[in-house]
């Protein structure tokens, strides 16, 4: 009998030959591979919060800054030049203007989210000249790299001194706006980012104008409530595209008998590329994560199994005479 072990899982059927095993273990592998049964069938899986998205005023323990400290998930990458604001934004004092005075200064601090601004005491923009008019430039980071990035969704509300024009997802405008001259710092505006997503470091720009007459009093300043999902590729998955395939495949085959990550085909997490990962990658092949037409793209591009032993083979005759 030249196979030894059947693996049926999730409706795939993988037959791995034993016996033919000539030394290499990557020709063993790619004998398995060949042998796939691909199951064709959808898998669902369910969205990961994603855990590098904050809401300004907190810190990296998730607990509420104090008035005047510096927030570490939101830098300033453009400010009037004759501003005197820096890169860092500060949580704004809640004892002074506009936050001490209510009803008719900024929505009040809470324990979801705090205001910040490019100094800490906006009060002191009293009696000032035109300097902190202009355009402030808000910017979080966030990584997607455990995650499939074009699964990333992201919920959130904000609200701004004095309007807020865009928000950008990687340097892209999305459209969002808080411009609603009755709401300004009275209120929040929902947003949704939807598209956009990369893999690795993402980042979002919150564009935030303070127009107005010198002279005035005049406080600028950003706050931000968000969450975000995506997610978490299958097993097999190692490109994070959302579906098991050929692509996968070539990627575990490159490392195969090496040390690496996930990323290039470290399924179980042991530190290196081997046959039990080739056995996780068979389990799964032909499989997609739900939802969009790129993942359809995805899934069509995968080839037969008959046909992906005849790419493959070139691949292991190289690796067995080199
Ligand atoms: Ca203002
Ligand atoms: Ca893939
Ligand atoms: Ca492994």
């Not at 509420?64 to 949580?91: I, K, M, Q, R, W």
């Not at 979080?140 to 990035?149: G, W």
């Not at 340097?171 to 411009?179: A, K, L, Y």
């Amino acid at each position: 009998m030249p196979y030894r072990s059947m693996v049926s899982r999730g409706g795939a059927v993988v037959y791995v030959s034993r016996e033919r095993a000539p030394g290499f273990p990557f020709w063993r592998a790619a004998a398995l591979a060949v042998l796939v049964v691909a199951c064709g069938e959808t898998c669902h899986a369910a969205a990961t919060p994603i855990p590098s998205l904050f809401n300004t005023g907190f810190g990296v323990d998730r607990r509420e800054l104090s008035d005047g400290a510096v927030d570490p998930h939101y830098t300033l990458v453009s400010v009037p030049s004759n501003s005197g604001a820096g890169f860092l934004s500060f949580v704004t004092r809640s004892d002074r203007f506009p936050l001490s005075t209510q009803p008719g200064g900024w929505l009040p601090d809470d324990a979801t989210s705090k205001w910040i601004s490019p100094q800490a005491d906006q009060s002191s923009y009293v009696g000032i000249t035109s300097a902190a008019l202009g355009y402030y430039v808000y910017r979080t980071y966030f990584n997607l790299s455990s995650f499939v990035p074009r699964t990333a969704r992201i919920t959130g509300r904000w609200s701004t001194d004095n309007y807020g024009l865009d928000v950008l997802i990687n340097g892209t405008s999305t459209g969002i706006t808080h411009d609603d001259p009755n709401m300004q710092f009275h209120a929040f505006s929902d947003f949704g980012i939807t598209s956009g997503f990369v893999d690795g470091v993402n980042t979002l720009d919150f564009v935030v104008s303070n127009p107005g007459d010198p002279g005035i009093i005049n406080p600028t300043g950003l706050r931000v409530e968000m969450t975000g999902a995506a997610a978490l590729p299958l097993p097999g998955d190692a490109n994070r595209d959302g579906a098991v395939g050929f692509a996968d495949l070539l990627t575990l085959a490159q490392h195969y008998g090496q040390t690496g990550t996930r990323d290039q085909g470290d399924f179980n997490a042991d530190g290196r590329i081997a046959f039990d990962d080739l056995l996780i990658l068979a389990q799964h092949y032909g499989q997609a994560l739900p939802g969009t037409t790129q993942l359809g793209a995805a899934v069509e591009a995968i080839p037969e199994p008959v046909g992906m032993g005849m790419l493959l083979a070139p691949l292991v005759f190289r690796r067995r005479r080199g």
